[in-house]
């Protein structure tokens, strides 16, 4: 156990895991660059990211991203433009996030600011 971490991950994996913490809302993040960084082979480190946390290294960075655009669409005080989310959640085109948004969540990013639930919206 001594190659594991606090948290139960392999020491690459938290490695990594931290990278994405730090970059996710980078825009020009280049994840595919940070995995092949590592000492160990790309497609390895890959299944190895999916085993240890259930999700690949994109999926993870992904899900980081998601869970930033709700909560700051979710901040009512503060009407952000779609475009400035987007680049705050690490996403250099807007149309691109709001398709991922949308995929995700069932309605745009728009709907969602005005409070429509995903339930609401028209899929």
């Given at each position: ?14 490695e ?57 669409l ?50």
């Open positions: 156990m001594k190659d594991r971490s606090k948290d139960g991950l392999s020491k690459t994996v938290e990594l895991r931290d990278v994405i913490l730090e970059n996710y809302a980078d825009p020009y993040f280049d994840l595919e660059k940070s995995i092949r960084s590592f000492p160990l082979h790309y497609d390895y480190l890959r299944k190895l990211f999916k085993t240890e946390l259930g999700r690949s290294p994109l999926e993870y960075l992904t899900d980081l991203r998601m869970h930033k655009a709700r909560e700051l979710s901040d009512k005080k503060r009407n952000r433009p779609i475009a400035k989310v987007a680049e705050d959640c690490g996403f250099s085109d807007a149309l691109y996030f709001s398709r991922v948004f949308k995929k995700r969540y069932g309605c745009s990013p728009t709907q969602f600011g005005m409070g429509v639930s995903s339930s609401e919206a028209v899929e």
